[in-house]
């Protein structure tokens, strides 16, 4: 939902109905909103969830939002992730820097709550952009996987977050093949078998638009969720 900043939480339900009423399946909250002095969090969840409903009423369509419930302990992230559910919400996201113990922690409960976690890969720059020190972005993608999150923002080959095509599609094919084979152009150096490890879904996000689409498919395939937040509003 843009803008990311400033609205107040009835005006942010504005913008997500009018956005899901005009043919959007989905909307999210982005990784800086949690909860600020202009919208607390309970009241965007609120917000949102009519937002959904009523979209949902208008157009006889499946909707959703997600709702980000990242905080900065595990007890506030777990208190707003069941009011979520609470409200008919069968989505939630978080925050790459929250941290992995928590992450896990959150893909349990989404698990054991029949909840869908969604991960925005916040703040992974700080470690995996450097080429001298840090990781590459395909090892995030492979411990995501192992969490247990459900989907995950695995960069673009065009738009804000662009990268290498066939770079980006490694990191796409580590998250959602069960069998990775040694794809040198793909930046994927050994066989590796996932066995029946849970897929993750990845999230196409960044500056991109519509028109964007027909590249988005050439290069990334079907399997994946494209996010059009400036690019919408």
């Given at each position: 939902t843009k803008p990311k900043l400033g609205l107040s939480g009835r005006n942010y339900g504005r913008v997500v109905y009018e956005a899901l009423k005009g043919g959007l399946d989905f909307m999210k909250d982005d990784e800086n909103i949690n909860s600020q002095s202009f919208m607390h969090w309970r009241d965007r969840y609120l917000y949102c969830m009519e937002a959904v409903n009523k979209a949902s009423a208008a157009t006889g369509e499946v909707k959703g939002h997600y709702l980000n419930v990242t905080a900065g302990t595990m007890n506030k992230m777990i208190e707003r992730a069941e009011f979520a559910k609470s409200l008919g919400s069968i989505i939630i996201m978080i925050d790459l820097v929250i941290g992995y113990t928590a992450i896990q922690t959150m893909a349990v409960w989404a698990r054991n709550n029949d909840m869908i976690l969604h991960l925005h890969r916040a703040?992974?720059?700080?470690?995996?952009?450097?080429?001298?020190?840090?990781?590459?972005?395909?090892?995030?993608?492979?411990?995501?996987?192992?969490?247990?999150?459900?989907?995950?923002?695995?960069?673009?080959?065009?738009?804000?977050?662009?990268?290498?095509?066939?770079?980006?599609?490694?990191?796409?094919?580590?998250?959602?093949?069960?069998?990775?084979?040694?794809?040198?152009?793909?930046?994927?150096?050994?066989?590796?078998?996932?066995?029946?490890?849970?897929?993750?879904?990845?999230?196409?996000?960044?500056?991109?638009?519509?028109?964007?689409?027909?590249?988005?498919?050439?290069?990334?395939?079907?399997?994946?969720?494209?996010?059009?937040?400036?690019?919408?509003?």
């Open positions: 703040g992974n720059s700080t470690y995996s952009r450097q080429k001298n020190h840090g990781m590459n972005f395909r090892v995030i993608c492979k411990w995501m996987r192992m969490a247990g999150v459900d989907h995950l923002h695995a960069g673009t080959v065009v738009g804000k977050l662009e990268g290498d095509p066939l770079m980006i599609k490694g990191f796409y094919d580590t998250l959602r093949e069960t069998h990775t084979p040694i794809s040198l152009e793909n930046g994927l150096f050994f066989d590796q078998d996932w066995a029946s490890l849970n897929k993750v879904m990845p999230v196409a996000s960044g500056g991109i638009h519509a028109g964007q689409m027909h590249q988005l498919i050439h290069y990334l395939g079907e399997d994946v969720i494209l996010q059009f937040g400036g690019g919408t509003i």
